[in-house]
């Protein structure tokens, strides 16, 4: 395999979670009579550049499909964050009824909405229909294509050029990372600023989130690796800040290289160093991962046995796709966890993809009653505590499998 930044050969393996269907491939009830399409799940690291990637055997078509089923505003935690982030951007960037934003992967609007509040125009590009057809429900202009050089050159030309350009939790999601990074340095006006968020590797390794790994992230990414690709296709960063989402991110601020506007602060020299400290930019940070999601995988198994042979009941909260790789990676089917609750309607009453087991209405644990309730999206877990302290009326307990298991 070619390295997808600089096309070094890679060997150095990551780690192998087996097989799986792509992780947000929901099934409706006549899709359960007919096969499924499985593909391998291995993750490889390239020893030139360091960016740790998914081995290609998916077309990107084939997993953000038309009615791709995550829409980012059925989460409060990550609303808020996104009406902060319009907040402090409009602020430290000037941004007016002149100026434009552009959200790559705009999802349903979640943070567009907050800068069309502000007076702000934008633009959102976005190519599933159905978070796309959201979006336009909150009066947003959504172009649904995948983004990169050609649409930015596109846009460019008909004088739709940003003062500030947006990607949250995309640019792992890219098979051809150079050209999307180059579509940002096109589309970017000589001042204007575009930042990226994205799942930290560093934070990755260190807590044990395996469970992110699925095949809609082409790349896990590290400062050293993001930098690399960025210097190389007409960015270059200014800033970078350590977030708490998805378990540890960072969100980094980048300029065209060939205006610099502007100063490089202290912050990048400081994650350099953090991640240089840690081991990134050798082998040795790479080994272990496997044998530890191994554990996790044996523990909760071993758990659910446990629980379903003292007859007790046990359901899961949030069809996330890091649920989805955990279930398919420890082969847990519906006689384990009998069934997932989530708040989208979208997904109540389909199947996940592989275990097969159904998604239903909140209302369901109050009916059912169960003594266990697995929290699949563990970097939400205040939020759904929260949302359901009402188990503990039956004394229903929640269980969380990563980074370890632990019984709450």
């Not at 390295?3 to 899709?31: K, Q, T, Y």
């Not at 599933?128 to 990169?148: C, H, M, P, V």
């Not at 001042?191 to 896990?220: C, R, W």
Request: aromatic share 12%; proline share 5%; net charge negative.
């Amino acid at each position: 395999m070619k390295c997808r930044h600089c096309g070094a050969d890679v060997h150095l393996p990551f780690i192998d979670l087996g097989s799986s269907p792509p992780s947000n491939a929901f099934l409706e009830g006549g899709d359960l009579d007919i096969p499924e399409v499985w593909y391998p799940l291995k993750v490889l690291v390239c020893e030139q550049c360091w960016l740790v990637q998914t081995k290609d055997y998916a077309h990107a078509a084939h997993l953000f499909s038309p009615d791709y089923a995550y829409f980012s505003s059925y989460s409060s935690t990550w609303l808020a964050h996104a009406e902060r982030y319009a907040d402090e951007m409009t602020g430290r960037f000037g941004l007016t009824e002149r100026s434009l934003v552009v959200e790559v992967a705009s999802n349903d609007g979640y943070l567009l909405q907050y800068f069309q509040e502000r007076g702000v125009p934008c633009l959102g590009i976005e190519p599933t229909a159905s978070t796309a057809s959201a979006a336009r429900e909150k009066g947003l202009d959504i172009i649904e294509e995948f983004f990169g050089l050609k649409m930015a050159s596109r846009l460019a030309s008909q004088g739709r050029m940003a003062d500030l350009m947006v990607a949250n939790n995309v640019l792992a999601h890219v098979p051809d990372i150079n050209d999307f990074v180059q579509g940002f340095a096109r589309l970017l006006k000589p001042g204007g600023v575009a930042t990226f968020e994205f799942p930290h590797l560093l934070k990755m390794v260190q807590g044990n989130q395996f469970d992110t790994i699925y095949h809609e992230h082409f790349s896990y990414i590290s400062y050293i690796a993001v930098c690399c690709i960025f210097e190389s296709n007409g960015l270059n960063i200014f800033d970078v800040e350590e977030l708490p989402t998805h378990g540890g991110s960072l969100r980094v601020f980048a300029q065209r290289r060939d205006t610099l506007p502007y100063p490089v602060t202290e912050n990048v020299a400081n994650i350099r160093r953090k991640e240089h400290s840690a081991g990134i930019d050798s082998r040795d940070f790479y080994g272990g991962f496997q044998t530890r999601a191994n554990k996790v995988k044996d523990d909760l198994v071993s758990f659910l046995i446990q629980a379903k042979r003292e007859g007790k009941k046990v359901a899961a909260y949030g069809a996330a796709a890091k649920g989805n790789t955990l279930l398919n990676y420890a082969g847990i089917r519906p006689d384990l966890i009998a069934f997932v609750v989530d708040r989208n309607p979208a997904k109540q009453g389909e199947f996940l993809p592989g275990s097969r087991i159904p998604i239903v209405e909140e209302e369901a644990l109050n009916r059912e009653k169960p003594d266990f309730i697995v929290i699949f999206p563990w970097n939400l877990r205040q939020e759904i505590e929260e949302q359901l302290n009402y188990v503990r009326r039956w004394d229903g307990q929640f269980v969380i499998a990563v980074p370890e298991l632990e019984i709450l």
